[in-house]
């Protein structure tokens, strides 16, 4: 037997409905919430939204629990009362979206550049340096994309720094005046 919360509201209403419609209620959500969970969710896209919607529909089906004369019809009952309440939903739902002739396209924060254009200038660049001559491309290529130092660049390649500095200063030189890159001053 269930404890009620309103003790005086549940002793004014029938003292009789307590003995016999909780206890066939409770059994019957406890034998059926599978199947009828499972109803839920396929009228919602969330599967919080389906155990609320379940929730709803099993609140009104215990509060119309007298009137209901065929309790074999109960899977019917609740189902319809499942439909009705989404569709209640589904009718207050607030629409957020709105059609119009042009699309908002969120304004630029300042300073920052379209991907697209910063993706297009790299691939650019790229193409600039496949075109400078390999002991250019092989100078600019470890002494800016992989960061290192002058004398470690003469290093790895086996020439001396006073070597990497011309040759990465007439590299530069010819990326600045590449067409495609588009950086003469």
Same mark, same amino acid.
Request: aromatic share 6%.
């Given at each position: 037997?269930?404890?009620?919360?309103?003790?005086?509201?549940?002793?004014?209403?029938?003292?009789?409905?307590?003995?016999?419609?909780?206890?066939?209620?409770?059994?019957?959500?406890?034998?059926?919430?599978?199947?009828?969970?499972?109803?839920?969710?396929?009228?919602?896209?969330?599967?919080?939204?389906?155990?609320?919607?379940?929730?709803?529909?099993?609140?009104?089906?215990?509060? &119309?629990?007298?009137?209901?004369?065929?309790?074999?019809?109960?899977?019917?009952? @609740?189902? !319809? #009362? /499942?439909?009705?309440? =989404?569709?209640?939903?589904?009718?207050?739902?607030?629409?957020?979206?709105?059609?119009?002739?042009?699309?908002?396209?969120?304004?630029?924060?300042?300073?920052?550049?379209?991907?697209?254009?910063?993706?297009?200038?790299?691939?650019?660049?790229?193409?600039?340096?496949?075109?400078?001559?390999?002991?250019?491309?092989?100078?600019?290529?470890?002494?800016?994309?992989?960061?290192?130092?002058?004398?470690?660049? &003469?290093?790895?390649?086996?020439?001396?720094?006073?070597?990497?500095?011309?040759? @990465?200063? !007439? #590299? /530069?030189?010819?990326? =600045?005046?590449?067409?495609?890159?588009?950086?003469?001053?």
């Amino acid at each position: 037997m269930t404890t009620p919360v309103c003790t005086s509201a549940s002793a004014a209403a029938a003292p009789a409905r307590q003995t016999h419609s909780f206890p066939s209620f409770a059994s019957y959500v406890r034998a059926r919430q599978p199947v009828l969970l499972r109803t839920a969710r396929s009228l919602t896209a969330n599967p919080s939204d389906a155990e609320d919607l379940l929730q709803t529909a099993l609140t009104k089906t215990y509060v &119309a629990w007298e009137r209901i004369e065929d309790h074999r019809a109960l899977d019917g009952y @609740v189902r !319809r #009362a /499942l439909l009705n309440t =989404r569709t209640s939903q589904w009718r207050k739902r607030r629409v957020d979206e709105f059609a119009c002739d042009e699309l908002p396209e969120p304004e630029p924060a300042p300073g920052a550049e379209d991907p697209a254009e910063r993706q297009a200038l790299r691939d650019a660049m790229w193409r600039a340096i496949a075109r400078l001559p390999a002991r250019q491309r092989a100078m600019v290529v470890l002494r800016y994309y992989e960061d290192l130092s002058e004398a470690q660049t &003469a290093e790895v390649l086996g020439v001396s720094v006073g070597t990497v500095k011309s040759a @990465v200063s !007439r #590299a /530069l030189g010819k990326l =600045r005046e590449d067409p495609e890159l588009g950086l003469v001053r």
